[in-house]
């Protein structure tokens, strides 16, 4: 239920940010023209002593009474428990508002000015922004802390971003009308304009940092924008400075939402790529001027190379190189160090490193899991060798899993006890995320669904499972004619089929159906990870289970390689090579003999091919128009997937179909999820990296 009191909370903050405001002036006006403070001072701080010339206060007094009247505005939003976020932005906004509203009613009685032209100048003074964030950065330190919500970071992040853009859009773009006033004088405003692109374009790096909630992005974007508000009051003011201003004090605010530690092997990184990066521009820089000497006004020399080079950023040229190489040649310092900072910035803040880990033991304890509790048609699918094992608390439960781009692709359902299911995906999402890496599970059956819901992830449709029911396969009857016109037609040609395991096969043979894998393959590299095995040969005792066909000379002319499954009585197909030379319908023919060994030995269950989108293809399906459009783009990628093909094999057994999907934390990290998905199942050129 409300609490009466929370309404009148914002009012009280409210009324006490409008009282401190005039009682901080007025201490200001009492004390603000002592002579003995050092350092420079803030112009029309106290607009009405403007006509003594006495506006102007030092600005470490100004600094100090702001600061402190933060600090007690701050108690004071924490004492009506105001969250830090919401006192921060009330407290900013109400005292630049009625500082900038008493500053122009100043200036307009001083200067016996319109009333628009006061608050017009009132809008540029710095000491306005100056006591509004201050007053902001108090909230920000002393107000209530509040729970993690998912969308801040992701807000926070788009924001510094954008306040990164503008910061090079500023850098590049100067304001002729800026308001720097005497504290900026000319050498200042250059070294503004050269800091503007580095600190901007790193701003655009921590953000993505700060997307995944990492502490260092949350230090690096602090440190950086205290830096750009600083650079908008030396280079001049616009809306890219308040806006620097308002995302620094709301990132203070939001300073629990960023706890997600680094990788631990970043900072070797880091270290490595300054070095590089501290080598490479001089070095660019030597080079540079060496090859066009001819517009230097002295001779080459290693220090006067050196010299031009490290000033080039602060200054347009120091007239010692000639146009256009003069021109061009500091822009390039420039652009060059912002690539080594992003370079190196972004190694800080990435993802953590996948490393494949799958130790003997670990790969015993899924394998033991799987037998007792893989069901699921893909569950022997997780024991291939390039993924790694999340488990348990209790070890009864696991779940297979591979990182691809900074996304973490899980291999079909978790495996397990079913009371352990949940409490496992939960504890694998925290996992994944504090390493800065996507979540996404290729394979997900209808099952889990209402899990992966609980949990805040979003499922999508990716396509159909053919599954054949053993007992109730027939060839009977017209639909299937083609199917037994096959089986007849081979048999009569003398085709046999041999059933062993990987370790009943003898060498000789092995190598036949190596050879024959191989030239199936045609020099491209073995396709599948969610439902595929990885190697012919890898599986243990009575993990996988070969159909080989042999010719009418008894020699293999195709197999079938199938991972078994005796939790749920099953066969999976995982690839089925042949020699090119084969009949038509050796594939179908080994099948229905695959069903009759099925049968005898207490399989169920056979599944057959993966018909991806397979309810875009169905014949007779009702699309609409959105789904006619997709149809048609997945059909113009027949000719390097196969799609509509697949579904039409698996028509002709009549089977089952068991919906499969592709499980997501958000719909926008699709692009991201499917190029990781096309990598790991070996349909793009970095497939073998494993690097997160």
Not at 632 to 652: M, W
Request: charged share 20%; proline share 5%; hydrophobic share 50%.
């Amino acid at each position: 239920m409300r609490n009466p009191g929370d309404a009148t909370r914002p009012v009280l903050l409210a009324s006490a940010a409008v009282a401190a405001t005039f009682v901080a002036t007025g201490w200001l006006y009492l004390v603000g023209q002592a002579r003995d403070i050092p350092g420079p001072r803030i112009a029309d701080a106290l607009p009405l002593d403007e006509l003594p010339h006495r506006a102007a206060t030092p600005l470490l007094l100004y600094i100090a009474v702001w600061a402190a009247a933060g600090a007690l505005l701050g108690l004071v939003g924490r004492a009506a428990r105001v969250d830090r976020l919401t006192a921060a932005l009330v407290l900013a906004l109400l005292v630049g508002l009625v500082l900038d509203a008493s500053s122009a009613l100043s200036i307009a009685v001083v200067r016996q000015i319109p009333a628009q032209h006061a608050f017009d100048h009132a809008a540029g003074l710095r000491a306005v922004y100056l006591a509004a964030a201050l007053a902001g950065l108090g909230g920000a330190l002393l107000g209530r802390a509040r729970p993690t919500r998912g969308r801040r970071s992701t807000v926070l992040a788009a924001a510094v971003a954008t306040a990164g853009a503008l910061d090079v859009v500023r850098a590049v773009l100067p304001d002729t009308h800026a308001i720097v006033g005497g504290l900026a004088p000319d050498a200042v405003v250059s070294l503004a304009a050269a800091f503007g692109v580095p600190v901007g374009v790193a701003l655009l790096v921590s953000a993505r940092g700060l997307a995944r909630r990492q502490r260092a992005a949350w230090l690096a974007a602090t440190a950086l924008l205290s830096l750009s508000v600083t650079l908008h009051v030396l280079h001049g003011f616009d809306d890219g400075g308040v806006l620097a201003g308002v995302v620094l004090v709301s990132l203070v605010a939001l300073r629990g939402d960023f706890d997600r530690r680094p990788d631990p092997s970043a900072p070797r990184r880091v270290l490595t790529r300054v070095a590089l990066t501290l080598v490479a521009v001089p070095l660019f820089g030597i080079v540079a001027i060496w090859v066009n000497r001819a517009t230097a006004d002295r001779p080459f020399a290693l220090g006067f190379a050196l010299r031009e080079t490290l000033i080039a950023p602060f200054s347009s040229g120091t007239g010692h190189l000639q146009a256009p190489f003069g021109e061009w040649f500091p822009i390039s310092v420039v652009i060059l160090a912002a690539l080594g900072i992003a370079w190196t910035l972004s190694s800080a803040l990435a993802p953590w490193r996948y490393e494949l880990q799958q130790a003997a033991v670990e790969r015993a304890r899924a394998r033991s899991l799987v037998t007792a509790w893989g069901a699921d048609t893909l569950a022997p699918f997780a024991l291939r060798a390039d993924k790694s094992y999340f488990f348990s608390v209790e070890e009864n439960a696991f779940l297979a899993y591979r990182v691809v781009g900074g996304i973490a692709i899980v291999s079909g359902d978790p495996i397990g006890a079913p009371e352990a299911l949940e409490p496992l995906v939960t504890r694998f999402l925290e996992y994944a995320r504090a390493r800065g890496w996507k979540v996404a599970v290729l394979g997900a059956s209808e099952e889990t669904l209402p899990l992966y819901r609980g949990l805040g992830l979003t499922a999508i449709y990716h396509g159909d499972e053919a599954v054949l029911d053993v007992e109730r396969f027939s060839l009977e009857g017209r639909r299937i004619r083609k199917v037994r016109q096959s089986v007849h037609r081979l048999r009569r040609e003398g085709y046999t089929v041999r059933f062993a395991t990987p370790a009943e096969i003898p060498a000789v043979m092995r190598g036949e159906l190596d050879g024959i894998a191989e030239s199936w393959r045609a020099g491209e590299p073995q396709k599948g990870f969610v439902m595929a095995l990885d190697a012919l040969f890898g599986s243990e005792g009575d993990d996988a289970l070969f159909a080989i066909g042999c010719g009418p000379g008894g020699v293999p002319d195709g197999f079938i390689h199938f991972a078994t499954s005796p939790a749920g009585a099953a066969l999976s197909l995982s690839s089925m090579p042949r020699r090119r030379t084969t009949p038509n319908g050796f594939n179908e023919w080994l099948i229905c003999e695959t069903v009759e060994w099925a049968r005898e030995h207490g399989y169920r269950r056979i599944s057959l091919n993966f018909a991806p989108f397979a309810a875009l293809f169905a014949e007779g399906a009702e699309l609409g128009t959105v789904q006619r459009l997709e149809r048609r783009a997945l059909c113009s990628l027949k000719g390097h997937f196969q799609l509509d093909n697949l579904l039409h094999f698996n028509e002709k057994f009549e089977p089952g179909w068991s919906r499969r999907y592709v499980v997501v934390e958000c719909r926008r990290d699709l692009p991201r999820v499917g190029i990781a998905a096309l990598a790991a199942e070996s349909y793009l050129p970095f497939a073998t990296r494993t690097a997160g």
